[in-house]
């Protein structure tokens, strides 16, 4: 039987395992969507589908808001507070940047620059994938195509194998053009 405590740690991302796990079937069809939501959703998706789904505390919302902004800085270096505020719900700076400092070195680890009113992103961990064939609980809130699949994080790793050896690429045909002009102004 799932605790209320896993929807409010800071540090725990294993909800597709407890939806996927032998004994699933003895919980509740609100408990099984909550965990399919923590798994791969986003606070949008608990206020579209807030009444099939368990009634969150503000300490499990805070979790899902901490989900929602690992999935949403995946491929980010920094993020404004103009972003953030909606993406997450907060009406001011005071109430983001408590939440910030809140989650701040739990799944991620930020900087945050009250100045600037950015948001630097240094380390976060990803979300959750979908395993296809792995005797899989079938989604109901979501589809296959909007969550993570181990066959959409393959592409995307190709991808960004592709788009970095074109950068090396391209940083090394800058340099060599830097060589031959110091080679050609040297010689002249």
């Known amino acids: 039987m799932v605790t209320r405590d896993i929807f409010q740690d800071f540090y725990f991302t294993g909800y597709n395992r407890l939806r996927t796990r032998e004994n699933a079937n003895s919980e509740t069809r609100q408990t099984m969507l909550t965990l399919e939501l ?3 959703g986003r606070l949008e ?6 009444e099939q789904l368990l009634s969150l505390t503000p300490r499990e919302l ?9 999935d949403y800085a995946a491929d980010k270096v920094s993020i404004g507070y103009d972003e953030l505020k ?3 719900g907060f009406n001011c700076n005071v109430e983001l940047e408590h939440f910030l400092y809140l ?7 930020l900087k945050v620059d009250a100045l600037s009113q950015v948001v630097e992103i240094e ?3 990803p979300r959750e994938v979908l395993v296809e064939g792995d005797n899989t609980v079938p989604l109901e809130l979501f589809s296959k ?3 993570n699949t181990s066959r959409g994080l393959i592409k995307k790793l190709d991808l960004f194998k592709k788009d970095r050896i074109l950068k090396v690429n391209e940083s090394l045909q800058r340099q060599l053009k830097e060589v031959d002009q110091y080679r050609t102004k040297s010689a002249s």
């Open 45 to 50: 998706h608990y206020h579209e589908h807030q």
């Open 38 to 40: 923590f798994a791969f």
């Open 62 to 70: 805070a979790k899902l808001k901490q989900l929602t902004l690992l």
């Open 86 to 88: 909606p993406l997450l």
């Open 123 to 125: 380390t976060l961990a």
């Open 103 to 109: 989650i701040n070195e739990t799944l991620i680890h």
């Open 145 to 147: 195509e909007n969550v």
